[in-house]
């Protein structure tokens, strides 16, 4: 069975840090873009961070720059989002996403098209507040 499964979320006091990470099961994320989604409360689900098949190109969202780090340990067939200096409207549900291809060894799907996603995990909340 084909999964990706997030963890590493929890309640964090504003300016803390967080690892989130992102195992797949059942197949290997060498040929996959991966991304790294989420939704507040009340919120449309925005895309946050995301990394090329080849690990050559990263993007963030404008709001993350500078906090936020994505990685890929092909080793441990895991992506990982490295979130450091959260804030409370950091507040959400996160996800990953794996889009299978070669389009994306080099560059990863735009953080605004979801439908490019092939796989989705169910999510891990993260609760910044004091």
């Known amino acids: 069975q084909l999964q990706l499964v997030e963890s590493g979320g929890g309640l964090v006091r504003p300016g803390g840090s967080l690892r989130l990470s992102c195992r797949a099961s059942?197949?290997?994320?060498?040929?996959?873009?991966l991304a790294w989604f989420r939704q507040a409360p009340g919120k449309e689900r925005e895309g946050v961070s995301s990394i090329s098949a080849h690990s050559s190109t990263t993007h963030y969202v404008d709001s993350v720059k500078g906090r936020f780090t994505i990685s890929k340990d092909m080793a441990e067939n895991t992506v990982y989002l490295q979130m450091s200096s959260l804030k409370p409207e950091d507040t959400a549900d996160y996800y990953c996403?794996?889009?299978?291809?070669?389009?994306?060894?080099?560059?990863?799907?735009?953080?605004?098209?979801?439908?490019?996603?092939?796989?989705w995990g169910r999510g891990t909340r993260v609760t910044v507040s004091s």
């Open positions: 996403a794996a889009a299978y291809g070669s389009s994306w060894y080099m560059q990863p799907p735009s953080l605004t098209a979801e439908y490019e996603y092939d796989y």
């Open positions: 059942g197949f290997s994320l060498n040929h996959y873009a």
